[in-house]
């Protein structure tokens, strides 16, 4: 039998719905963002996430230098296959593999950079950029 009560409030018949960043969520985030790192060579966002896309992009980079099949397939469950220039049809994989992997052929990790920059208006979060290194 269903319980009484108002919906979503404890002590009330039980939370029937739970809302929450997921690590889903999460991951999709991180996919958008490195996505756009690549295509861009830089993006905006606050510190903790610009940390943990920084560690992605090594990563990615690190495959790219690699440019085997199997380094290629890992990089692409990762990256969005979203289309750099649509003339060409060269997708940011693409971008990955043939210049950020020439690039940094010879360069022993630390591919990008997190420099803070300021705060954000609404909620006084401390953002950063995020590059690769030159």
């Not at 018949?13 to 690590?23: I, L, M």
């Not at 510190?47 to 290629?72: I, M, W």
């Not at 003339?87 to 971008?95: E, F, G, V, W």
Request: avoid cysteine; glycine fraction near 8%; proline fraction near 2%.
């Amino acid at each position: 039998m269903a319980t009484i009560g108002r919906k979503n409030v404890h002590g009330k018949g039980g939370v029937r719905f739970k809302a929450g960043y997921t690590s889903d969520k999460e991951k999709n985030m991180l996919r958008n963002v490195v996505s756009q790192l690549i295509i861009s060579g830089h993006v905006e966002v606050t510190l903790p996430v610009a940390k943990r896309v920084s560690a992605e992009a090594d990563r990615l980079v690190t495959y790219a230098k690699k440019g085997d099949l199997a380094a290629r397939r890992l990089a692409a469950s990762f990256v969005r296959p979203q289309f750099i220039d649509p003339k060409t049809n060269k997708t940011a994989l693409q971008k990955l593999f043939d210049e950020y992997g020439a690039k940094y052929k010879n360069r022993n990790g630390g591919y990008t950079s997190v420099i803070k920059t300021s705060t954000r208006r609404g909620d006084q979060a401390q953002l950063a950029i995020v590059s690769f290194v030159d």
